[in-house]
């Protein structure tokens, strides 16, 4: 039950939400005596160092705690650069009481942002390391080897599910033979796998009918998207029989739902700031449309991959995101509405 709140708390905003989180954490009844359960978790990106925003969201997690195994924020936790930069975790109002994980963006990695010059000043991956893994006391992940690791993977044994959180801009080579080495694993045990990095790992060239994907074509103006190093290693697993749920991912600052050439599921979250200009839509104080993230839930029994939208839940064009459930091994849309 949500308690009594000030009309613009995150809690009181979002109250017709809670059907579909305690939902979204269920599955079927145990007449179907399904072996695992579903993992259920907070997707956020690109905060940029909104403290107030990132307070928000820990008050949604707290309240819906027992539906909520961890929070990720996927990249862009500093502004501009590191010389824009708040320990968003020591700056909590509260504790979370589940762990937030965070993961590398490129803004984490420049140490200016000096564009009048040009490309900016790219930073050390120790750097990074320090600024954004500096509160992992409670994560339960294992980081890749080395003195200042960027990228972890954790197992979720009740739910059949491997976690793996890549930096896309730090040791490369290694992080691919890295990833490579987790995916092999995975396959051997049947784990269904979830990867997280900034960027989404390539283009999309299949976009299903839904409203998680903006309406316009940036590409056209802006150019089209690459593909990420990591990208073919995740497809090789893919056409080797592993299972690949999908791939989280922010950068964007807007909504993408989608597979590469290579069969890889991408699920792009609007950005987490209030910073609308690369979206699809006004962020306002005191409305709903001030917080954006998703709540995240994956059932390997019946392969479902379920998204539900936290805050800003419509486009500029009024096409509602507010639910969207897709069958990640049949590749169909179940429900979106």
């Given at each position: 039950m949500i308690p009594c709140l000030e009309p613009d708390h995150i809690l009181e905003l979002n109250r017709d939400l809670e059907p579909f989180i305690i939902q979204g954490s269920v599955g079927r009844s145990r007449f179907w005596g399904d072996a695992y359960k579903p993992l259920q978790f907070v997707h956020l990106s690109d905060i940029h160092t909104r403290s107030d925003l990132w307070n928000r969201m820990v008050d949604f997690v707290n309240h819906y705690q027992n539906f909520i195994s961890f929070a990720l924020h996927t990249g862009d936790y500093c502004g501009a650069s590191q010389l824009s930069y708040n320990d968003l975790y020591a700056m909590q109002e509260v504790p979370c009481a589940r762990p937030i994980l965070n993961c590398v963006g490129n803004h984490d990695c420049e140490a200016n942002s000096d564009w009048a010059k040009g490309t900016p000043c790219f930073a050390t991956q120790e750097s990074v390391h320090r600024l954004l893994f500096n509160h992992t006391e409670d994560w339960g992940v294992t980081f890749m080897p080395g003195e200042t690791p960027t990228s972890y993977?954790?197992?979720?044994?009740?739910?059949?599910?491997?976690?793996?959180?890549?930096?896309?801009?730090?040791?490369?080579?290694?992080?691919?033979?890295?990833?490579?080495?987790?995916?092999?694993?995975?396959?051997?045990?049947?784990?269904?796998?979830?990867?997280?990095?900034?960027?989404?790992?390539?283009?999309?060239?299949?976009?299903?009918?839904s409203t998680f994907t903006t309406y316009h074509d940036y590409e056209a103006r802006f150019g089209k998207k690459g593909k990420t190093v990591y990208e073919d290693t995740i497809a090789e697993f893919i056409a080797g029989g592993g299972i690949h749920v999908c791939n989280l991912a922010g950068h964007e600052h807007r909504d993408y739902f989608g597979i590469t050439a290579g069969g890889v599921l991408n699920v792009t979250v609007e950005c987490a700031t209030a910073w609308h200009d690369w979206s699809d839509g006004v962020r306002i104080p005191g409305s709903r449309t001030f917080d954006c993230f998703n709540v995240v839930s994956v059932d390997v029994n019946v392969g479902m991959l379920k998204l539900l939208r936290v805050g800003n839940n419509c486009d500029h064009l009024l096409r509602a995101k507010r639910a969207l459930c897709y069958d990640y091994v049949n590749k169909k849309v179940v429900f979106n509405g």
């Amino acid at each position: 039950m949500i308690p009594c709140l000030e009309p613009d708390h995150i809690l009181e905003l979002n109250r017709d939400l809670e059907p579909f989180i305690i939902q979204g954490s269920v599955g079927r009844s145990r007449f179907w005596g399904d072996a695992y359960k579903p993992l259920q978790f907070v997707h956020l990106s690109d905060i940029h160092t909104r403290s107030d925003l990132w307070n928000r969201m820990v008050d949604f997690v707290n309240h819906y705690q027992n539906f909520i195994s961890f929070a990720l924020h996927t990249g862009d936790y500093c502004g501009a650069s590191q010389l824009s930069y708040n320990d968003l975790y020591a700056m909590q109002e509260v504790p979370c009481a589940r762990p937030i994980l965070n993961c590398v963006g490129n803004h984490d990695c420049e140490a200016n942002s000096d564009w009048a010059k040009g490309t900016p000043c790219f930073a050390t991956q120790e750097s990074v390391h320090r600024l954004l893994f500096n509160h992992t006391e409670d994560w339960g992940v294992t980081f890749m080897p080395g003195e200042t690791p960027t990228s972890y993977y954790q197992d979720f044994p009740e739910a059949n599910i491997r976690l793996i959180v890549l930096d896309l801009y730090n040791e490369k080579e290694a992080h691919t033979a890295w990833l490579k080495g987790l995916l092999d694993e995975a396959k051997e045990k049947g784990l269904h796998v979830v990867t997280a990095m900034h960027q989404m790992s390539a283009g999309l060239s299949t976009v299903p009918e839904s409203t998680f994907t903006t309406y316009h074509d940036y590409e056209a103006r802006f150019g089209k998207k690459g593909k990420t190093v990591y990208e073919d290693t995740i497809a090789e697993f893919i056409a080797g029989g592993g299972i690949h749920v999908c791939n989280l991912a922010g950068h964007e600052h807007r909504d993408y739902f989608g597979i590469t050439a290579g069969g890889v599921l991408n699920v792009t979250v609007e950005c987490a700031t209030a910073w609308h200009d690369w979206s699809d839509g006004v962020r306002i104080p005191g409305s709903r449309t001030f917080d954006c993230f998703n709540v995240v839930s994956v059932d390997v029994n019946v392969g479902m991959l379920k998204l539900l939208r936290v805050g800003n839940n419509c486009d500029h064009l009024l096409r509602a995101k507010r639910a969207l459930c897709y069958d990640y091994v049949n590749k169909k849309v179940v429900f979106n509405g």
